[in-house]
């Protein structure tokens, strides 16, 4: 546990704060090598002991590894969506916090709707073609809100953030099914957990990658200054800069969705026979 946390955290520093004194400045070189060297570490342990923190052997079964990885990245590439569009909607359009919360509306409806349908459709025709087609589809909605500017009509920010949602909706249940239903019974706890890490750890990266970028857009002094006298106050200039550094984390998490899209490809295909657990008994459906 200390050295997976040495190396989460020298791997969030270097991400998060790195371009302030530069991403090869010695300091920041410093950190890049005590991420690797711990990670290493935690990777040798976790390999010779009979009780890992994570059973590594797991990522020996393709459509596991595929899967996490799918998942992992698409968990970058869309924790930052909601907080982007937060700031967008608070501080540029200067909007209070319950509308700018209630415009978020779209993602979740999209997750909503989607979400059966994906588990459905997963079980007819397998779990790669249609958790793959719904990173497609949520890099087409990331791709759609890289578009956005300081006047961009609603109706044109809910499209993409709908479809994003419908996205996410159609990739993430048949990938857990798939990735719980590719291991063996006694290791679903711990598949389970490893799913909901790298999960948690793809949202915190996701958000040390925006923030710089973010950052970079506006000084500090006039983004404070937006979010107390509201955006529209502020001189177009500022609002632009704001919004462009917005759209640019959204192209990042973009880029970020290509790659996931690619791993879900290749995790295979699963066997259509599930297994079935009733009354204690393992039976063949």
């Known amino acids: 546990m200390g050295l997976f946390t040495v190396a989460v ?5 270097y991400v998060g704060v790195g371009f302030i004194p530069g991403l090869f400045s010695p300091v920041m ?4 090598a005590i991420f690797f060297a711990s990670l290493g570490l935690f990777i040798r342990r976790e390999t010779r002991i009979p009780n890992p923190l994570i059973d590594l052997s797991l990522f020996r079964i393709r459509i596991f590894a595929f899967g996490q990885l799918s998942a992992f990245l698409n968990a970058i590439a869309r924790g930052a969506v909601m907080v982007l569009l937060i700031l967008y909607f608070q501080g540029v ?3 209070d916090p319950l509308t700018a919360s209630i415009l978020l509306a779209p993602l979740a409806i999209g997750l909503v709707v989607m979400g059966p349908v994906g588990g459905i459709l997963s079980d007819r025709y397998g779990s790669r073609v249609i958790s ?3 990173l497609a589809l949520s890099l087409i909605g990331l791709a759609g809100l890289a578009f956005i500017r300081y ?21 993430q249940s048949p990938n857990t099914s798939a990735v719980m239903a590719a291991v063996p019974l006694e290791r679903r706890g711990i598949t ?3 799913r909901a890490l790298l999960n948690n750890l793809g949202m915190v990266i996701s958000m040390a ?7 970079g857009s506006v000084p500090m002094d006039e983004m404070m200054e937006m979010f107390v006298l509201g955006g529209t106050s502020m001189p177009v200039e500022v609002q632009q800069a704001m919004t462009g550094g917005i759209a640019l984390a959204f192209v990042v998490s973009s880029l970020l969705t290509l ?7 290749l995790r295979g295909t699963e066997s259509r026979a599930t297994e079935v657990e009733r009354d204690g008994s393992r039976i063949r459906a």
């Open 151 to 171: 006047d961009t009509p609603y109706p044109w920010i809910a499209l993409p953030l709908f479809v994003n949602g419908l996205g996410s909706g159609l990739f």
């Open 29 to 32: 070189l410093a950190d890049l």
């Open 192 to 194: 389970s957990s490893v």
């Open 9 to 13: 955290l020298s791997l969030i520093v």
């Open 93 to 95: 359009r200067g909007l």
């Open 209 to 215: 990658i925006a923030t710089p970028v973010l950052l």
């Open 259 to 265: 790659p996931a899209v690619v791993a879900s490809a």
């Open 132 to 134: 793959t087609v719904g």
